[in-house]
């Protein structure tokens, strides 16, 4: 505490990032990064864009990023918003589309930014309890709302929900804004962006940092129809209008386009993902359905805490949430084949000890 704090500091519940140790021989699975690099292409567009041009500001709109995203996804570029990742997209939605008379509705185990989010831009939020199965329930959002986010797939069960779930509730919310958070999609999730044309109140987000192997650039965007992403950019530019800088924009656009690299990787994640819940449920672990690159899990007699200090001790990080719910869960990010092998080469050995 600090007696030059504004009020809101004292208050707030900042989002505590995973570790990002430097350690020899870690096997990092702890923040859902995707371990195969980005595309070479995105490599070759920042080496060539690295020259006198940085002495000039970006491009503030980042028209050619927005396009090839446009482009993409069968949208217009004015239906395209970019940010310095999506966690800044989201920072702005809370503040431009989420915050009314009526709450925010999100579930309550979800990502952990959305409570910090509401505290910061004092947005009135109400958690709405996922079932016994860790499942979101849509029939408990029937009820009046300013607005409602949702991850999809959510984060961090990994479990996602069909397109035609995602209809029904912007359906029935026609009058609120519904933003579907899609960091994880590309990972075998149902993406809600041929909903747009229909829905004037859908906004969706989405992230390079993982399925583009960008988490160490910064880039993600929203899709949405006009009026909802005007209001993104009025705030950002009441913010900071240069929110990419050049190199962020030119290796996007070159990573996006880029699509036989995406998909390749993509398989292998998948692949492996596939792999790791065999492998973990024949070692007594409880998986939930993932459609993300992370597996999230518990064992059926050790717990959480203890099994993430044993894997520490072998240099191999995952994710423990100590909150209500899950505090035995263990969030595992898919690594490589080698290293999901070290994985459960390690839990085998922690649990006949």
């Known amino acids: 505490m600090s007696r030059y704090w504004s009020d809101i500091v004292s208050k707030l519940r900042p989002y505590v990032a995973g570790e990002q140790p430097r350690i020899a021989g870690l096997v990092k699975l ?40 446009a482009a993409r996804f069968g949208l217009m570029a004015e239906e395209v918003f ?152 009025r705030v950002k530019d009441s913010f900071n209008s240069y929110p990419l800088d050049r190199l962020a924009q030119v290796a996007a656009t070159a990573a996006i386009k880029d699509e036989a690299w995406f998909e390749t990787c993509r398989r292998k994640l998948i692949a492996s993902r596939k792999n790791l819940v065999s492998e973990l449920q024949a070692l007594d672990f409880e998986v939930l359905p993932s459609q993300a690159n992370f597996v999230f899990a518990r064992h059926q007699s050790q717990s959480g805490a203890a099994l993430l200090t044993a894997l520490r001790e072998r240099n191999i990080l995952v994710r423990l949430f100590a909150k209500p719910r899950i505090s035995d869960f263990l969030r595992i990010s898919i690594g490589t084949d080698e290293e999901c092998a070290r994985l459960v080469s390690a839990l085998t050995e922690i649990l006949a000890a």
């Open 30 to 69: 702890n923040t859902n990064e995707n371990p195969y690099g980005p595309s070479p292409k995105a490599l070759e567009a920042i080496r060539q864009a690295t020259d006198d041009r940085l002495r000039l500001y970006p491009d503030p709109a980042a028209t050619e990023l927005r396009e090839t995203i």
């Open 82 to 233: 970019v940010g310095n990742g999506s966690d800044e997209v989201l920072a702005l939605a809370f503040q431009a589309l989420l915050k009314h008379e009526r709450p925010l509705l999100y579930p309550d185990v979800t990502y952990s930014f959305y409570p910090t989010y509401s505290l910061l831009y004092d947005v009135e939020a109400i958690e709405v309890p996922v079932d016994h199965g860790f499942q979101i329930r849509l029939a408990d959002y029937d009820r009046p709302c300013g607005a409602i986010i949702i991850p999809n797939p959510n984060a961090p069960t990994g479990i996602g929900l069909p397109r035609a779930d995602i209809e029904a509730l912007v359906a029935a919310h026609p009058d609120a804004v519904v933003v579907i958070d899609e960091a994880y999609v590309d990972f075998g999730g149902e993406s809600a962006v041929p909903l747009i044309s229909k829905y004037p109140n859908l906004l969706v987000i989405q992230t390079l940092s993982k399925s583009r192997s960008f988490a160490g650039l910064r880039v993600g965007f929203a899709l949405g129809q006009r009026e909802l992403i005007e209001a993104l950019v």
